[in-house]
């Protein structure tokens, strides 16, 4: 699976565009092939990370898989995230395989990913009862990663003032930032769902990765929950090959100008939104986030 990723044309995501599934802007070869997703057969024991993209996924990912081997660090460097966590949405053109196929030739229990919005998830998801971790992250930093994530693809080239224009209108891929956050955190209790916060994940890793270890049901002694605080530690993830993506063909992400493992922050939008951006920001994210519930730290 691994030379999957290896063997894919350089042109892959060129002129890759976005086509709307349920008012959902998705990349096109995921909107063609939405019907067979929607149809995803999930099992009970599946672990499924969910966020909005740039969220934390990556980090979860790790976190779940080194908790899954009980600290074992080696087993975790097996193989690439997106190997060890097929993305089931994800579609390749053919004869490549997609998320749902690498998922299905999976041994249980499986953990897979995902970036669809809750109206989008498979349903047998929630008729098996399968786990979903949930991260969400304060829509300022979250902007600001997706940014720069995108100079890192095949996207055309646009301005922070443009992205941030968009994100807001939410036509990016997998669309409104302020409808995903808001759609899982009004279903968690219906399912079963463990809502996380980046933030918090930053600020007192020790107490989300017990929350995620209970969730999951593992019982983990103090020591292998270290080695997991350090393992899944930003620094060492920026510098393991199996987490931070540098195994990918520079034609699916360059990583020449920015990293993948980019900053690993909360409050870097500071560095990037103008004051007048800043309050339009406010005001439409008012309109957006009222009678929610919902609140997010934007500095820790
Ligand atoms: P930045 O671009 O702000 O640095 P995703 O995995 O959902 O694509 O999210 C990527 C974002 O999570 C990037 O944010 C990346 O640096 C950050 N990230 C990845 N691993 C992290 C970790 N261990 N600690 C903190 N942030 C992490």
């Known amino acids: 699976m691994h030379e999957v990723a290896q063997s894919l044309p350089d042109t892959f995501c060129e002129g890759l565009g976005l086509k709307p599934v349920q008012g959902v802007p998705l990349m096109d070869l995921i909107a063609d092939s939405y019907e067979l997703v929607a149809n995803f057969q999930a099992k009970p024991d599946d672990v499924l990370v969910a966020t909005y993209p740039k969220a934390g996924t990556t980090w979860m990912q790790e976190i779940v898989d080194m908790i899954d081997n ?3 660090v080696e087993k975790c460097k097996r193989a690439p995230t997106h190997i060890r966590f097929p993305f089931i949405e994800f579609f390749l053109p053919p004869p490549l395989k997609s998320g749902i196929e690498d998922a299905e030739n999976m ?5 897979l990913k995902t970036h669809l919005p809750f109206h989008l998830m498979p349903k047998s998801f929630w008729e098996q009862r399968s786990k979903v971790i949930y991260v969400a992250r304060n829509a300022k930093d979250n902007a600001v990663s997706y940014y720069f994530f995108e100079k890192m693809t095949k996207a055309p080239p646009r301005s922070w003032e443009e992205f941030l224009t968009t994100f807001m209108q939410g036509n990016v891929g997998w669309g409104s930032w302020y409808d995903h956050v808001k759609g899982f955190w009004e279903k968690k209790d219906q399912h079963q769902i463990l809502y996380l916060f980046y933030e918090d994940m930053k600020k007192n890793p020790e107490q989300e990765i017990r929350k995620v270890m209970k969730f999951l049901e593992k019982d983990l002694p103090d020591h292998v929950i270290s080695k997991i605080i350090e393992h899944t530690s930003f620094s060492s993830m920026k510098k393991n090959p199996m987490a931070n993506y540098s195994t990918m063909p520079s034609g699916l992400l360059d990583q020449s100008f ?16 103008t004051v007048a951006q800043n309050e339009v920001f406010e005001e439409d994210y008012k ?3 009222a009678g929610t519930s919902l609140r997010f730290h934007t500095e820790i």
């Open 258 to 273: 920015h990293k993948f493992m980019r900053k690993g922050d909360v409050g870097d939008w500071k560095n990037h939104f």
């Open 287 to 289: 309109k957006k986030m």
């Open 70 to 72: 009980e600290g074992d």
């Open 107 to 111: 041994p249980s229990p499986r953990k």
